[in-house]
């Protein structure tokens, strides 16, 4: 049985940091892409980074040159270093795993979810 459990979220002014944290557990549990989605109240769950096997890494616009996506592959674990925080962040963050290639950015093609982690950004 895979599990994801993210860790790291909290309450941060405009202008801040924190670092997401998604701990892998699971026997021979091996994905192709590791992403990042995050939803806003009334609003629909949205992509915003994922890295593949080979550690190529994609983000949405409008996290790029903010937000750093990483991974531990000794510890199983996936990383979202969030700079530069906006209001427009607030969200619940979720952790996802893909098992195969393909679209990286569509979350019904993700195949494992974590709760998920509430990030608030103050103005």
């Known amino acids: 049985q895979v599990q994801l459990v993210e860790s790291g979220g909290g309450l941060v002014q405009a202008g801040g940091s924190l670092r997401l944290s998604c701990a892998a557990s699971g026997r021979a549990f091996s994905p192709y892409v590791m992403g990042w989605f995050r939803q806003a109240p009334g609003k629909e769950r949205e992509f915003v980074s994922a890295i593949r096997v080979r550690d190529d890494v994609t983000y949405a616009d409008s996290v790029k040159d903010r937000f750093t996506i990483s991974r531990d592959k000794a510890k199983n674990t996936l990383y979202l270093q969030m700079n530069s925080l906006k209001p427009e962040d607030t969200a619940v963050y979720y952790c996802?795993?893909?098992?195969?290639?393909?679209?990286?950015?569509?979350?019904?093609?993700?195949?494992?979810w974590g709760q998920g982690t509430q990030v608030t950004v103050s103005s």
């Open positions: 996802a795993a893909k098992l195969l290639g393909g679209l990286i950015r569509r979350s019904p093609d993700y195949d494992y």
